[in-house]
């Protein structure tokens, strides 16, 4: 346990001293416990510099279990709390910006009907952050769209449905008494974007340039849906977000669909967990609780 304790500090501080000192023991006996790792393994983890140390390719794969195995014996802490104040553990999911405002809460309000007393902790983000936390242990499952290249990053993933995007602006707007429009026409509009580092925002800014123009550069980068609808109810700018969102609130009145239609995405929404990793009863059932919300939508 002092190994991969000192591994993960390792990562985070890239210094043995701060290492050392985060897992409380001296530099000189952090030294020799990573030497004796290293000569158990017959491999070098770490190449050191003058800025301290730097992790391998061996180094990283260990440090990656290492972080799976912490998060694991913190699922089992949480469990045996759980147990000791009556409840039944906790489940964390991760929710990409496709699946957070519909697919998600309906999934977990039929799961909480089945266990009441299991906690669900949902975590919302892009791939680019949630997809590490699933690798590192910290998340369960992750619910929304991935790239192809999935299987080769030891990832499963498991469809649900096709989920396209709208372009939306809010009730009112001069543009929705348009019949038709283009991107080529909403280059100067102000625009809230998903972050540069979603799928989506690139393949957007993509179709953007494809049709002649640059991206919109008068722009609010966001992917909390909430905040994206109370900008658009009060200002002019438009926003791209899940279909099945879009059709809910222009439902209600509160925003409009506008006619245009934006770039593709890259696959079906589903659930997405790790290769090799034994999914829990609680979170096998929450699986099927999201595969029955998906089918009744």
């Known amino acids: 346990m002092r190994q991969i304790l000192l591994l993960v500090a390792l990562d985070e501080h890239r210094s043995l001293h701060k290492a050392a000192a985060q897992v409380s023991m001296t530099q000189p006996a952090a030294t020799r416990l990573l030497a004796d790792l290293e000569r158990l393994l017959g491999v070098r983890l770490f190449d050191r510099n003058a800025r301290g140390v730097q992790p391998n390719a061996y180094g990283e794969s260990l440090i990656r279990h290492s972080r799976m195995m ?13 147990i000791s104040s009556g409840t039944t553990g906790r489940t964390c999911i991760g ?19 089945r266990q009441p007393n299991h906690t669900v902790q949902v975590r919302e983000g892009t791939t680019a952050a949630l997809l590490p936390a699933l690798w590192r242990g910290e998340l369960d499952l992750v619910v929304g769209r991935v790239a192809h290249e999935v299987e080769a990053a030891g990832l499963k993933f498991e469809a649900l449905y096709d989920e396209p995007m709208c372009v939306v602006a809010r009730a009112g707007h001069p543009l929705g008494r348009r019949r038709t429009l283009k991107l080529t026409t909403l280059a100067q509009e102000q625009w809230i974007l998903p972050t540069p580092d979603s799928v989506y925002r690139r393949r957007l800014d993509d179709a953007f340039r494809q049709a002649g123009v640059e991206p919109p550069q008068r722009i609010v980068e966001s992917l909390s849906i909430l905040s994206n609808i109370m900008m658009v109810q009060e200002t002019d700018m438009l926003a791209v977000m899940p279909g099945r969102v879009a059709t809910h609130y222009a439902e209600l009145g509160e925003i409009r669909i506008l006619p245009v239609k934006p770039p593709a ?4 929404v589903g ?3 790790l290769v090799g990793r034994p999914l829990t009863p609680a979170a096998m059932d929450l699986i099927q609780a999201l595969r029955e919300a998906a089918f009744d939508t």
């Open 70 to 82: 912490l998060a694991t014996l913190d699922h089992a802490r949480d469990e045996i709390n759980a």
């Open 95 to 113: 929710a990409l910006l496709v699946a957070a405002p519909t697919l998600v809460p309906r999934g977990i309000v039929r799961f909480k009907h």
């Open 265 to 268: 995405l890259s696959g079906p």
């Open 271 to 273: 659930v997405i967990t």
